[in-house]
């Protein structure tokens, strides 16, 4: 039985991965944000010239939706590496956001 998912254990698998190759020097904010960048737009690129029918169907193609799944992997890796290089709680983060958000942005 495989234990669930959370953001601490996978930032923590991202963290000892890292460090088996030597590649902490690498990871400094500028360079996590500038891979973050790149691959955000490799995400992109799978949507670019697609209609926004087609968009709403990329995942029925499994050449494609392993593509897109393997690029939001990587957004998501970089991303949590972003955090624990800077100390941000990203779940705290995003529910910060939300709450701003919900007062800025009243429902009608």
């Known amino acids: 039985m ?3 998912l959370d953001v601490a254990k996978l930032q ?3 963290a000892d991965f890292a460090a ?10 500028k360079n996590l944000v500038a891979a973050l960048s790149v691959e955000a737009s490799e995400l992109v690129e799978i949507f670019q010239w697609l209609t926004p029918e ?13 593509r897109v799944t393997d690029e939001i992997a990587d957004v998501l890796a970089y991303l949590l590496q972003l955090c ?4 941000v709680d990203p779940l705290a ?4 956001k939300i ?10």
Request: glycine fraction near 2%; avoid cysteine.
């Open 2 to 4: 495989t234990e669930p």
């Open 12 to 14: 923590r698998r991202l």
């Open 20 to 29: 088996a190759r030597d590649w902490q020097p690498y990871h400094t904010p």
């Open 54 to 66: 087609e968009s709403n169907r990329v995942m029925d193609d499994p050449d494609t939706a392993h």
């Open 84 to 87: 624990e290089v800077l100390g």
């Open 93 to 96: 983060a995003l529910d910060a």
């Open 99 to 108: 709450d701003r958000n919900e007062r800025r942005f009243p429902a009608p």
